[in-house]
């Protein structure tokens, strides 16, 4: 299994949006961003990602897992365009605040640190099992 991180802003698309969805899950389309649908690309079912409030709350909040592999984004009709559908697994007991990340010497080399930028990213399984440590899970 692989970790993964997605970003979201809540005010576009939040945690508790996610939840609603349910076991159907969502297509987690609209990312125009190379790298990003790289990522999703290499993803499989079951994988898990954490579900990362950006520009609103910055910490992560819930993990999801994804329900469906890469498939063509029905956002755009450019073929370049691909995503996965993931569903909430579980709410963060302790939401992870980047500050937080950021002053943890054991995630200094996350992605998240080094590329906050970028939408959907790895997770290595060092970083996964400290965030959940921090988080209360």
């Not at 389309?29 to 990362?52: E, H, I, S, T």
């Amino acid at each position: 299994m692989a970790y993964w991180l997605f970003k979201s802003e809540p005010d576009a698309w939040s945690w508790d949006q996610q939840v609603a969805k349910g076991d159907e899950g969502e297509e987690w389309g609209g990312v125009r961003n190379y790298q990003a649908r790289n990522n999703m690309r290499l993803m499989k079912l079951g994988d898990q990602g954490f579900f990362y409030h950006s520009r609103q709350g910055l910490e992560i909040v819930g993990i999801v897992e994804v329900c469906a592999e890469a498939h063509s984004d029905s956002t755009t009709d450019d073929e370049r365009w691909e995503c996965v559908d993931i569903k909430a697994v579980k709410s963060v007991p302790n939401p992870v605040s980047m500050k937080a990340i950021k002053a943890n010497p054991e995630l200094e080399e996350m992605v998240l640190v080094k590329n906050s930028r970028l939408s959907v990213q790895p997770v290595t399984e060092a970083e996964w099992k400290e965030i959940c440590r921090m988080g209360g899970l």
